[in-house]
């Protein structure tokens, strides 16, 4: 499974690259304004360590503004995937831009339906919110599954990244599942490195070390 980082914040995706476990980057129109810096500084920062997919959203509505925003956000980089929210004008931009080979990921994805249409209309990627429907009491990992089994059925030649990811369950579940990339947050990525066994298990090994040396 390829893991991405959803963030905009640059020492993060930094850190998380120096890893060497980060195949991508997704932002949101959130993720950036949480930064406070120039959009432009975030991304040209971005993209100078991420060679892999970074995924801009564009924050126009109507499908020609939004296909225009997309290819102004194409100038910054080759890797630039253009996000774009799942809505009748983003189906249309969806397919204007994928016709001419720009690769979109749609994003605020709900329902296998809507993932369907997606993969219809061309998207690469199809972005479902899993966090945001456990939030409201809906089982946010069977959308994931749905859509691969629509995926798998039609063969669509799109991938599925599990996005509002919040916990590492939702990662490793994500992985059972078979999806093709869980984009997860910065503070999350870390805690699927800890285990207390591994750190007590090192400290003891260290210690018996140093007992040897003595
Ligand atoms: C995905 O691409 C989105 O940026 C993100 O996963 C949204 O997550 P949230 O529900 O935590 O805002």
Redesign the pocket.
């Known amino acids: 499974m390829k893991i991405?980082l959803?963030t905009a914040n640059i020492e993060k995706i930094k850190e998380a690259a120096s890893w060497g476990i980060l195949d991508g980057v997704?932002?949101?129109p959130?993720?950036v304004s949480k930064e406070g810096k120039d959009f432009e500084q975030v991304v040209r920062e971005i993209l100078e360590v991420i060679k892999g997919p970074v995924?801009l959203?564009v924050v126009s509505t109507q499908w020609k503004a939004m296909v225009e925003e997309a290819k102004k956000l194409r100038t910054y980089g080759e890797n630039v995937v253009i996000?774009i929210p799942m809505t009748e004008d983003g189906l249309k931009a969806t397919k204007a831009l994928s016709s001419e080979g720009i690769p979109v990921?749609v994003?605020l994805i709900f329902s296998p339906a809507q993932a369907l249409l997606a993969a219809k209309a061309g998207a690469k990627y199809l972005?479902p919110?899993?966090?945001?429907l456990d939030?409201i009491s809906s089982y946010g990992m069977r959308l994931v599954e749905d859509i691969l089994t629509i995926v798998d059925n039609y063969g669509f030649n799109t991938e599925v990244?599990v996005?509002?990811?919040?916990h590492p369950m939702h990662v490793l579940e994500a992985a059972l599942l078979g999806a093709h990339i869980a984009?997860v947050?910065y503070e999350v990525l870390k805690k699927l490195i800890k285990h207390p066994l591994t750190d007590i298990g090192l400290e003891r090994f260290l210690k018996d070390w140093e007992k040897m040396k003595k």
């Open positions: 991405f959803d997704t932002t949101n959130t993720l995924s959203e996000k990921n994003t972005s919110f899993i966090g945001r939030d990244i996005a509002s990811v919040r984009t947050p």
